[in-house]
Protein backbone atom coordinates (compact mmCIF):
# COMPACT_ATOMS: atom_id res chain seq x y z
CA UNK A 1 0.00 0.00 0.00
CA UNK A 2 3.16 2.51 0.76
CA UNK A 3 4.23 2.25 -2.70
CA UNK A 4 1.14 2.42 -4.42
CA UNK A 5 0.50 5.73 -2.02
CA UNK A 6 3.20 6.93 -3.21
CA UNK A 7 2.55 6.47 -6.76
CA UNK A 8 -0.84 7.77 -6.64
CA UNK A 9 1.39 11.03 -5.18
CA UNK A 10 3.65 10.97 -7.97
CA UNK A 11 0.56 10.72 -10.53
CA UNK A 12 -1.19 13.34 -8.79
CA UNK A 13 1.76 15.63 -8.97
CA UNK A 14 2.69 15.01 -12.19
CA UNK A 15 -0.94 16.00 -13.93
CA UNK A 16 -0.90 19.22 -11.42
CA UNK A 17 2.09 20.50 -13.24
CA UNK A 18 0.79 19.81 -16.31
CA UNK A 19 -2.41 21.92 -15.83
CA UNK A 20 -0.63 24.70 -14.06
CA UNK A 21 -0.02 26.64 -17.41
CA UNK A 22 -3.63 26.43 -18.20
CA UNK A 23 -4.40 28.12 -14.67
CA UNK A 24 -1.96 30.96 -15.42
CA UNK A 25 -3.76 31.28 -18.86
CA UNK A 26 -7.13 31.67 -17.18
CA UNK A 27 -5.53 33.85 -13.93
CA UNK A 28 -4.31 36.77 -16.88
CA UNK A 29 -7.98 35.97 -18.40
CA UNK A 30 -9.03 37.21 -15.56
CA UNK A 31 -6.89 39.87 -14.45
CA UNK A 32 -7.56 41.20 -18.21
CA UNK A 33 -11.38 41.24 -18.04
CA UNK A 34 -11.94 42.33 -14.53
CA UNK A 35 -8.57 43.78 -13.34
CA UNK A 36 -7.42 41.26 -10.62
CA UNK A 37 -4.34 39.62 -10.43
CA UNK A 38 -5.42 35.70 -9.21
CA UNK A 39 -2.23 34.08 -7.92
CA UNK A 40 -2.03 30.47 -9.22
CA UNK A 41 -0.26 28.01 -7.09
CA UNK A 42 -0.22 24.13 -6.65
CA UNK A 43 -0.55 23.12 -3.25
CA UNK A 44 -1.71 19.65 -2.47
CA UNK A 45 -3.17 18.29 0.96
CA UNK A 46 -6.65 18.29 2.22
CA UNK A 47 -8.87 20.85 0.46
CA UNK A 48 -10.22 22.64 3.35
CA UNK A 49 -6.86 22.90 5.34
CA UNK A 50 -4.63 23.68 2.67
CA UNK A 51 -6.65 26.97 1.95
CA UNK A 52 -7.10 28.02 5.56
CA UNK A 53 -3.83 27.86 5.60
CA UNK A 54 -2.79 30.05 1.90
CA UNK A 55 -5.11 32.47 3.35
CA UNK A 56 -3.37 33.19 6.70
CA UNK A 57 0.33 33.12 5.20
CA UNK A 58 1.49 36.65 6.06
CA UNK A 59 -0.52 37.15 9.27
CA UNK A 60 -3.70 39.39 9.33
CA UNK A 61 -6.00 39.09 6.94
CA UNK A 62 -5.63 40.94 3.54
CA UNK A 63 -8.76 42.94 2.45
CA UNK A 64 -7.70 42.43 -0.93
CA UNK A 65 -7.52 38.25 -0.54
CA UNK A 66 -10.86 36.67 -1.72
CA UNK A 67 -10.79 32.87 -1.28
CA UNK A 68 -12.71 31.39 -3.66
CA UNK A 69 -14.28 28.04 -3.50
CA UNK A 70 -17.41 25.94 -4.92
CA UNK A 71 -19.78 23.81 -3.89
CA UNK A 72 -21.00 20.28 -5.47
CA UNK A 73 -24.24 20.50 -4.38
CA UNK A 74 -24.89 18.27 -1.53
CA UNK A 75 -28.03 18.72 0.52
CA UNK A 76 -27.80 18.85 4.46
CA UNK A 77 -27.78 15.57 5.05
CA UNK A 78 -24.86 14.71 2.58
CA UNK A 79 -22.82 17.62 4.16
CA UNK A 80 -23.12 15.99 7.41
CA UNK A 81 -21.81 12.37 6.19
CA UNK A 82 -19.42 13.35 4.18
CA UNK A 83 -18.32 17.24 5.27
CA UNK A 84 -18.38 20.10 3.07
CA UNK A 85 -14.95 22.00 2.16
CA UNK A 86 -16.76 24.71 1.61
CA UNK A 87 -18.38 24.97 4.99
CA UNK A 88 -14.95 24.39 6.57
CA UNK A 89 -13.95 26.92 4.63
CA UNK A 90 -16.22 29.06 5.78
CA UNK A 91 -15.54 28.41 9.50
CA UNK A 92 -11.77 28.57 9.59
CA UNK A 93 -10.45 31.30 7.36
CA UNK A 94 -10.23 34.69 8.60
CA UNK A 95 -11.33 37.22 5.98
CA UNK A 96 -13.22 37.15 2.57
CA UNK A 97 -14.82 34.14 1.27
CA UNK A 98 -16.94 33.16 -2.06
CA UNK A 99 -18.84 30.45 -2.17
CA UNK A 100 -19.94 29.85 -5.97
CA UNK A 101 -22.71 26.90 -6.02
CA UNK A 102 -22.09 23.94 -9.07
CA UNK A 103 -23.91 24.83 -12.72
CA UNK A 104 -24.09 28.08 -12.49
CA UNK A 105 -23.81 29.30 -16.17
CA UNK A 106 -22.31 32.69 -17.13
CA UNK A 107 -25.71 33.58 -18.30
CA UNK A 108 -27.83 32.83 -15.37
CA UNK A 109 -24.78 34.86 -13.57
CA UNK A 110 -25.64 37.77 -16.33
CA UNK A 111 -29.31 37.85 -16.13
CA UNK A 112 -28.83 38.31 -12.25
CA UNK A 113 -26.65 41.06 -12.36
CA UNK A 114 -28.95 42.46 -14.72
CA UNK A 115 -31.93 41.96 -12.43
CA UNK A 116 -29.89 43.44 -9.46
CA UNK A 117 -28.98 46.84 -11.78
Known sequence: PQDEREL???????????LKPAL???????ADA???CPQVRIVTGEAAQVLSEVAEEGGEPSSS????????GL???????LGSVSTKVLRTVRGSVL????????EAHKDELQTEA
Open 24 to 30: QRRAAEL
Open 99 to 106: VCPQGRSK
Open 75 to 81: GASERML
Open 34 to 36: YGV
Open 8 to 18: YERIVEENLRQ
Open 65 to 72: LVVVVGTR
